[in-house]
């Protein structure tokens, strides 16, 4: 299993390669979904503003229209866990719920 993050926004994909393709096939079977960790923008301003690695970064700023406009393909292509009103603790559960990895 791997996990690849990315931190605008908040994305990452999850690959399972633990189990074989077909009966008798040495290639491992891959599977990854995709994930997106949303916040409705003022959640995603206060964020922003609060990070303490880079509090109120420009860069970031100014990409939250580009984001806005990636929502409808978010919801097409990614499974949306909307994290506006949540603590990670709270999130991670829903992932590997999502993942199929609960209670492993």
Not at 66 to 80: C, G, L, M, P
Not at 85 to 103: D, F, M
């Amino acid at each position: 299993m791997s996990a690849a993050f990315s931190s605008f926004p908040s994305r990452f994909s999850f690959t399972n390669t633990g189990k074989r393709s077909a009966p008798g096939s040495k290639a491992p079977a891959s599977h990854c979904i995709t994930f997106v960790l949303h916040a409705e923008r003022e959640e995603l301003r206060r964020r922003i503003a609060t990070d303490p690695a880079n509090p109120n970064s420009p860069w970031r700023l100014e990409h939250l229209d580009d984001y806005d406009a990636t929502r409808s393909w978010h919801s097409q292509e990614a499974h949306v866990i909307d994290t506006t009103n949540l603590k990670p603790r709270a999130i991670a559960p829903q992932i590997a719920e999502a993942a199929g990895i609960s209670g492993r």
